[in-house]
């Protein structure tokens, strides 16, 4: 390690230090002209969080004390929104994973394959979760459905991606070692690649249930069930104190997949 | 099945080639490899191997291995004993030159007819490369699929009596307790030692063995040695194994090749390899 650093030290020492300082002051000033004009483009006013305060103000106290009778009405969409978070991690799965073993460039099992996969999970990565739920509230109708179809899809590009790197990264002694006995392609993977790799799959699948949970709440703004779309009625019907009962609920529901997910991640890990 | 019948078309002994010569003279084979006797099981003819670069790796080697016979291989770095046993398992296409295990030519085959030419051909490399989160037993399992290409033994099946093969292997190695531990969990010996049980379920008749006791102690080392010249001994097994344990080669091989920048330095019985030749072999190199 510490021969890493000598090779370090010796690469920076190769500027000399007028020029070194001439780099981190134009470095500095780069990063400087970078946030200032997020600034400007984000038209960032920070006064207005302040003179805005008495509104923030009489929200929350007209959401006070939380409608705690609503619990019962809203028991379905909150199934609703657990439930749109299992179908799509579980079809994001299922999906994800032959599509990750075509394109992990270390058992892909022809070049094209490769491409096509990978061109596939880019174009399900780059659409965002809320994009394909317009377009799947278009083809399908409003409802929880569309919501699960967006999240699986959005699941099948964010898992596939990491499905495939843990393949890559994977020991590929066994699978070389069995390749050598005469198994089939088919006989290593599940031999082989498979073992190897699934409590990491696990781990990132479970990490994607929590991931899918919150999103489903958002997928409910634009008519995708769930309590998303009990938010968003509430609010437009000025029912706050609605409003802050289903707040409630959603971060209750998002920290049991938090701590759920984290638990079950480190059994199978 | 012991015959080495050659292929008349595929090697350039078998074409005539006049620069073909004996392995060594002085040799227990001395003479063309046309002639060795059937027990023969695996026959390296004037393999080379060079690299697109331009580096030869191997220039012309011959090696012939009986049943029953334990060859251990010798060299400094470089001198081309790695290349020599992935021409030998298929993984690298030689130059030019024939590998023929059970009367065919390795060098010559490609895909699934390579496949099932390698299967009496067994590997063991330096590191064991057991899947760790399977059972021991499930390991050892893994030897017999080359043999069972179907999508059930894909899923996990397999005939009954390959389970009791298989713990009859784990026995031969001296780990059957150990059958339903998960291969994880075990020492580099053990482990090395599953590998052995592993390649023996393929049911082997050349066992290659590429520097298995590289990262073992001396106490699991010689017990991994010991295995391995059982196996040549006892059950027939023509073992050749690539070293860099010199005194271990001396103790259990029945014969010592020595590569040296991808040439035959020599092949003799153990018995008549002098310290000395060992040295002048890895100092070859700097020659």
């Given at each position: 390690m510490s021969k890493v650093f000598a090779v370090e030290a010796s690469a920076v020492s190769k500027l000399s230090p007028r020029r070194r300082t001439l780099c981190t002051v134009g470095g500095v000033i780069v990063l400087l002209a970078l946030f200032v004009q997020a600034w400007i483009v984000v038209q960032a006013r920070p006064q207005d969080l302040i003179t805005g305060a008495h509104g923030m103000a009489d929200i929350i106290s007209r959401a006070m004390?939380?409608?705690?009778?609503q619990f019962v009405p809203n028991l379905r969409p909150v199934l609703e929104t657990i439930d749109l978070a299992i179908f799509g991690t579980v079809f994001g799965i299922l999906l994800a994973f032959p599509l990750a073993i075509l394109a992990a460039a270390n058992v892909t099992p022809a070049r094209p394959l490769y491409y096509a996969a990978r061109a596939l999970i880019g174009v399900t990565r780059a659409v965002p979760d809320l994009v394909w739920a317009l377009l799947f509230v278009t083809a399908?109708?409003?409802?929880p459905f569309p919501g699960a179809l967006a999240l699986a899809v959005h699941s099948v590009g964010m898992l596939g991606r990491l499905f495939a790197e843990v393949i890559e990264d994977m020991d590929m002694g066994p699978v070389e070692a069995l390749t050598l006995t005469g198994a089939g392609r088919l006989q290593v993977l599940s031999h082989a690649v498979v073992p190897g790799v699934l409590p990491s799959l696990l781990g990132i699948g479970l990490f994607r249930f929590d991931e899918n949970l919150r999103s489903s709440l958002v997928l409910g703004?634009?008519?995708?069930?769930?309590i998303g779309f009990q938010l968003l009625t509430a609010m437009n019907l000025f029912q706050y104190q609605t409003v802050s009962f289903l707040l409630i609920i959603t971060f209750a529901l998002v920290a049991c997949a938090e701590r759920g997910s984290a638990y079950l991640r480190s059994v199978v890990m | 099945m012991n015959t080495l019948p050659?292929?008349?078309?595929?090697?350039p002994l078998e074409r005539g080639s006049a620069s073909f010569s004996p392995?060594?003279?002085?040799?227990?084979?001395?003479?063309?490899?046309?002639?060795?006797?059937?027990?023969?099981?695996l026959a390296v003819r004037n393999l080379t191997m060079r690299y697109a670069?331009?580096?030869?790796?191997?220039?012309g080697l011959n090696l012939a291995v009986r049943a029953g016979e334990m060859v251990v291989v010798l060299g400094s770095n470089g001198s081309g004993k790695s290349t020599m046993m992935k021409c030998i398992v298929g993984l690298n296409r030689p130059t030019a030159g024939s590998v023929e295990i059970a009367g065919r030519d390795l060098a010559t085959l490609s895909g699934p007819a390579l496949r099932r030419a390698r299967l009496p051909l067994a590997l063991i490399s330096?590191?064991?490369?057991?899947?760790?989160?399977?059972s021991v037993l499930a390991n050892v399992c893994c030897g017999t699929l080359g043999r069972y290409r179907t999508l059930g033994t894909a899923l996990g099946m397999l005939p009954r009596a390959e389970f009791d093969h298989a713990l009859g292997y784990l026995d031969e190695v001296g780990l059957l307790h150990l059958?339903?531990?998960?291969?994880?969990?075990?020492?580099g010996g053990q482990a090395q030692r599953v590998a052995v049980a592993r390649a023996l379920a393929q049911h082997p008749h050349v066992l290659l063995a590429d520097e298995?006791?590289?990262?073992?102690?001396p106490e699991a080392a010689d017990e991994v040695m010991r295995l391995l010249r059982r196996l040549a001994s006892e059950d027939g097994l023509a073992v050749v194994c690539v070293l860099h344990q010199p005194d271990l080669a001396s103790r259990y091989a029945d014969r010592l090749v020595g590569l040296r920048r991808g040439v035959l330095a020599f092949d003799r019985p153990a018995a008549q390899v002098s310290h000395e030749d060992i040295a002048r072999l890895y100092a070859g190199l700097d020659a």
């Open positions: 004390p939380p409608a705690f009778d399908v109708g409003l409802g703004f634009v008519g995708a069930g769930g | 050659t292929s008349p078309s595929s090697t392995i060594v003279a002085g040799t227990p084979y001395s003479g063309h490899l046309h002639t060795l006797g059937s027990d023969v099981k670069n331009g580096h030869t790796a191997l220039n330096q590191h064991a490369n057991l899947v760790k989160r399977r059958a339903t531990q998960r291969a994880g969990t075990l020492s298995p006791v590289a990262s073992l102690d």
